[in-house]
C-alpha cells in the first residue's frame, strides 16, 4: 500500500484492517458513492457512470442506480453552516445572499419526482461516433426531489423585465485545476426558471443530496438535459442575455439548427441549444437475455418520459416493429415525472425474439426505431429500447 | 390469606426467579460456546466490511506493464507513441476519456485544438504528431451502421 501512495503509513500498524486511507479512497467509485456493482464506469477523472437498463427498474431511483455525470472535481470538505446560495445577474434589483438555514425557513418546501436524463445519454449508437462520454442507455434518472421553488427566491430578490436567462455556479473546480475556470455554468430560460417544479433542492428521495449528486444544495430543472441542474450550487445570476457560462457556447449542449447529413461539418452559428429532451422509454423488466418456454408468458415492465410534454401512448414489438401492440401506461405522479408502464406478452413460436418499446407523446411524437438525426455532438438519441428473448 | 396460600405464592416466586436464572445461564453458555466456534462474531456483523480491493498488483516495477498488447494502468493499446500519449493525455483527464472514443485523424486534431483554446491543454510541439498518429491509427471510427444487433447478451433462465 505504501508503495502506490509512495510514501510508508506512520502508524499503519494501528490502522484498522478495512480501512482505505484517503489518499486510496477515490480508487473505488462503488464504495466512494454507494452504487450497486452492476454500474457502468465510462470515465474516472472526472467521475461518468451509467446504469444498466435493469438497475432503473424502480418507480423512484434510489442513489445506487442513479448515473454520475461531473464535469470537473467535486468539492472537498462542504460546510454545511457556512454554505450561502448568491443571487446576482444584470437582472436581479439587488444582490442577495441566502445561507441554507434561511433558504429552508423563509421559503415552502415541495417535493416532486423529476426525470433527470444528461442530453448525450445514448451518444455510443451515432454513426460516424461523436466525441464525449459513450453513454448507452443507462443517463437517465427520476428521484424524488425536496427544495424550494426557484421562483420563490427570485420573487423575493426582485426580478427585472430585462431577465432573459439563469445561469448557475458551482463549487466544483476545473478538471484542470485551474481556479480561474469553471467545469461547467449552464442554465436555463426564464420561463423554464420560473416553472412549479425547477427546484433548488437539499433533499433526494427524503435524505441530503448524496455528494456526487449536489450536495448541499442542486438546481433541478426535469425534462431539459441534465446539465441544466447544476449540482453544488452556490450561486445563480439572472442574465439579461442567453446565460454564456462555461458550456453554454456551441457546440455544447446543441444540435443542428437544420437537420445535416451524417459526418457533416456543422457551423457553431448554425446550432441551437437544446431545451426540452424528447419522448423516450426503457424496458427495465426482465433484463436482456431472458429465455423461457413457450407456454410462459412474458410480463414486461418499464418507465417512458417525454421532457415538457406527457407520454400519451406506449406500445411494444415482437417482430422489429412490423406490428404493435398496446402496453397500459400510468399516468405521472407530478409533471416531469416519468411514467411506468407493462405488458404482458405471449409468443406464437420458439425464437430469437427482441422486445422494442415505443413511447409517443402528447403530441403525437413517437420514438425512432433507427437512431435519430445524426448531430456533431451525439445528442438526443431516443431510438426505441429492445430487450433480447429466447423462447424455447 | 392462609398460611398455605402465602407458601405457595413464595414458592411460585422462588420458581420463576429458578426460571430466569437457568435462562440467563443457558443464554449465556450457548454465547459462550458460538463465542469458542466463531471468536469475531462475524455472524453479527454486517456484509458491508466488504474489503475494499486495493490494487496494489501494480508495484513500481510494473508501473508500465504491458498484457496481451495493453498497458495495464491506462488500458491504452501498445504501439509506437504509447508513453507521449500517457505522458500528455492521462495528467489531467482519464486515459477511458480517450479509450472510449473513436475519431478521424481530422477530428482527434480538432478535438486536441478545443483543448488547447478552452481546457489549458500544452501546446505539444513536435509530439502532436506522434499523439496524433497513435490515436488515428489505434482508435479510428469503425462504420456501425444506423442501428447495431444487440451483442455480448447474457442469457439467463427465466422462472
Known sequence: ?392 | MSEENKFKGQAKQVYRMLIMVWCVVLLGTAFAIYALVDPSLSAFKEKETELVVVDDTISEDDWDKVENGIHLRTGFVDDDGLMTVVTNCTSCHSAKMVTQNRMTKERWIATIRWMQETQNLWDLGKNEDIIVNYLAKNYAPKNMGRRANLENIEWYELN
Open chain 1, 1 to 392: 500500500m505504501a508503495g502506490i501512495i509512495g510514501a510508508d503509513i506512520v502508524f499503519g500498524s494501528k490502522m484498522p484492517i478495512n480501512y482505505q486511507p484517503l489518499a486510496l479512497q477515490d480508487t473505488d467509485p462503488f464504495v466512494l458513492f454507494g452504487l450497486d456493482k452492476e454500474m457502468v464506469v465510462l470515465n474516472d477523472k472526472p467521475w461518468n457512470i451509467e446504469a444498466k437498463a435493469h438497475l432503473l427498474d424502480e418507480k423512484v431511483t434510489s442513489n445506487k442506480n442513479m448515473f454520475i455525470r461531473n464535469n470537473g472535481i467535486p468539492p472537498e470538505n462542504i460546510d454545511v453552516a457556512s454554505w450561502t446560495l448568491v443571487i446576482d445577474g444584470e437582472s436581479v434589483e439587488q444582490t442577495k445572499t441566502y445561507t441554507l438555514s434561511e433558504l429552508k425557513s423563509k421559503f415552502k418546501h415541495y417535493t416532486y419526482q423529476l426525470t433527470v436524463e444528461c442530453g448525450g445519454n445514448g451518444r455510443s449508437e451515432f454513426n460516424p461516433p461523436a466525441k464525449g462520454n459513450q453513454w448507452t442507455i443507462g443517463a437517465v434518472s427520476c428521484a424524488s426531489w425536496t427544495g424550494v421553488r426557484l421562483k420563490d427566491i427570485l420573487d423575493d430578490v426582485g426580478v427585472k423585465d430585462s431577465a432573459v436567462y439563469i445561469g448557475y455556479h458551482a463549487a466544483d473546480s476545473h478538471i484542470s485545476r485551474d481556479p480561474n475556470k469553471e467545469p461547467i455554468s449552464r442554465g436555463v430560460p426564464m420561463r423554464k426558471a420560473v416553472q412549479e417544479e425547477t427546484l433548488v433542492a437539499f433533499k433526494m428521495n427524503g435524505e441530503d443530496i448524496p455528494a456526487a449528486h449536489g450536495y448541499p444544495l442542486r438546481l433541478v430543472c426535469g425534462g431539459w438535459p441534465a446539465s441544466t441542474s447544476g449540482k453544488w450550487l452556490n450561486r445563480i445570476s439572472v442574465r439579461n442575455i442567453e446565460h454564456d457560462g462555461a458550456k453554454m457556447k456551441a457546440p455544447a449542449y446543441r444540435v443542428p439548427k437544420n437537420t445535416v447529413a451524417p459526418g457533416e461539418k456543422v457551423e457553431d452559428e448554425d446550432m441551437k441549444i437544446i431545451e426540452s429532451m424528447p419522448v423516450k422509454s426503457l424496458i427495465t423488466y426482465p433484463k436482456s437475455g431472458a429465455v423461457l418456454e413457450l407456454d410462459k408468458k412474458l410480463k414486461i415492465r418499464g418507465h417512458a418520459w417525454a421532457g415538457e410534454l406527457e407520454v400519451d401512448q406506449m406500445e411494444y414489438s415482437i417482430d422489429f416493429g412490423a406490428t404493435w401492440q398496446t402496453c397500459s401506461i400510468e399516468k405521472p405522479v407530478n409533471r416531469l415525472a416519468w411514467q411506468h408502464f407493462n405488458a404482458v406478452i405471449t409468443f406464437p413460436e420458439k425464437g430469437y425474439y427482441e422486445v422494442w418499446a415505443r413511447a409517443t407523446d402528447a403530441n403525437g411524437v413517437g420514438q425512432p426505431m433507427l437512431v435519430p438525426g445524426w448531430n456533431p455532438k451525439g445528442y438526443l438519441n431516443n431510438a426505441c429500447h429492445r430487450i433480447a428473448v429466447k423462447v424455447k
